[in-house]
């Protein structure tokens, strides 16, 4: 006996349909075999799935950047502040289409999306006149005999520049992240929360098809014959393969099926509260800021709130992750500057000016002003002047 079974694309008003709708690829199968497919770590992948599609990935290297780039510059040589150095107006304004908040917001944002960030110097004679950031992805590093960096390569359409890595003058600096397994690349924060993420992003994509198909959960078809007997093994190989096509995957979730010839269908999927999407999307989340070193409190995560309040949260946040990372880079830049101006310089951040750290200044302020044992001068110094 045959039997007949229509599926919405194999009806000609169906493929129609499907014609004028756009493409979708499923990042898992939800049926048979198979294995799950993980967001690259390149640093296109990493920026696309986690910074310009992730609302928590995104909001931590925002926070992270904006906070780190809002910090201001002090300027010394030895123990004496320059407070009006050619290197301070610099960084106000690195080149003519980036302000110093910008500049230093993009360069956060490549260290955190990719490990790595570039500045090149534009330097006139040997005066040093503008700073440019390049594109990570657009770097490739050059070996040489001893396995050194030699030279990096930047390619930007047709146009292919080569940098020395070192130069009698000012070289491309390049600043970078801890990475155990190379010599050469700085490891991104937002790859170690990777498994995070892409469940982070698929748990939503899931539901999202899912409520856009009228909210079915997944189930069985039963073949229901009147006059008894089975499927033919041609029969059942070609639904189960269009079932795979057409019904697997997050973005065929919930899709109706048209049955015919004896096939009924018996609901037998999880309801999204018996898989407790919602404590999954969070668990992710919450994983996803501990990569980026983001107190969950700050992005409105709950659960596992360690902080007894919110200023204590963003004390934390500033002295355990923006606070290293300005550490990190004004080291990098003071060490380079040095070579550019001809003296050594150092560039520090001041504390007195960050927001975050306010009631801690305070704190410290009180406990040396009240230090009768100091002089003045030793006042100073212990706070920083």
């Known amino acids: 006996m045959k039997i007949r079974f229509s599926l919405p694309w194999r009806t000609t008003a169906g493929r129609k349909a ?38 928590v990935a995104h909001r931590s290297v925002r926070l992270i950047a904006e906070a780190a780039a809002s910090v201001v510059w002090l300027l010394y040589v030895g123990d004496r502040e320059l407070p009006d150095h050619p290197l301070l107006s ?22 955190l999306l990719s490990g ?14 503008e700073l440019h950031l390049l594109r990570p992805d657009r770097i490739g590093v050059i070996e040489g005999r001893d ?37 050469h ?11 995070a993420l892409d469940l982070h992003n698929s748990a939503a994509t899931w539901n999202k098809a ?10 069985a078809l039963v073949y229901q014959p009147k006059e008894g007997g089975n499927l033919s093994p041609d029969q059942y190989q070609r639904l189960k393969q269009e079932l795979d096509d057409g019904y697997s995957g997050p973005m065929r979730a919930g899709r109706p099926l048209l049955l ?13 509260k018996d898989m407790d999407f919602v404590e999954a999307r969070n668990g992710a989340a919450r994983d996803i800021a501990l990569a980026f070193g983001v107190p969950p409190m700050l992005l409105g ?17 500033y002295r355990l992750t923006v606070l290293p990372l300005l550490t990190r880079t004004a080291a990098a830049l003071s060490a380079w500057f040095s070579g550019a101006y001809g003296e050594v310089l150092k560039l520090t951040p001041d504390l007195d000016q960050i927001a975050g750290l306010a009631a801690e200044r305070s704190e410290l302020w009180t406990r040396v002003g009240n230090a009768d044992f100091l002089t003045d001068e030793e006042k100073r110094q212990a706070v920083g002047y």
């Not at 995560?301 to 946040?317: K, L, V």
């Open 260 to 272: 015919e010839g004896g096939l009924d269908w018996k609901s037998m999927g999880l309801s999204p």
């Open 301 to 317: 995560i709950p659960g596992d709130n360690t902080y007894a309040n919110y200023q204590e949260a963003n004390r934390a946040f």
């Open 147 to 183: 396995g050194w960096p030699e030279a990096y390569e930047y390619r930007a359409g047709g146009l292919v520049r080569r940098f020395p890595a070192e130069a009698e003058g000012l070289a491309l600096l390049h600043l970078k992240l801890f990475h155990p397994l190379d010599d």
């Open 18 to 55: 499907m014609h004028e709708t756009k493409a979708w690829g499923g990042l898992v199968a939800l049926a048979g075999e198979g294995r799950a497919q993980w967001t690259g770590r390149s640093y296109s992948a990493l920026a696309r799935e986690g910074f310009m599609r992730n609302p």
């Open 210 to 219: 899912l409520l856009d198909n009228s909210a079915r959960p997944s189930g």
């Open 90 to 111: 610099l960084m106000r304004q690195p080149n003519a289409r980036m302000g110093g908040p910008d500049f230093f917001e993009a360069l956060y944002g490549h260290l």
């Open 116 to 129: 790595n960030a570039y500045v090149e110097p534009l330097t006139v004679g040997s005066e040093l006149r």
């Open 185 to 195: 690349l700085g490891f991104p924060p937002l790859a170690a929360a990777q498994v």
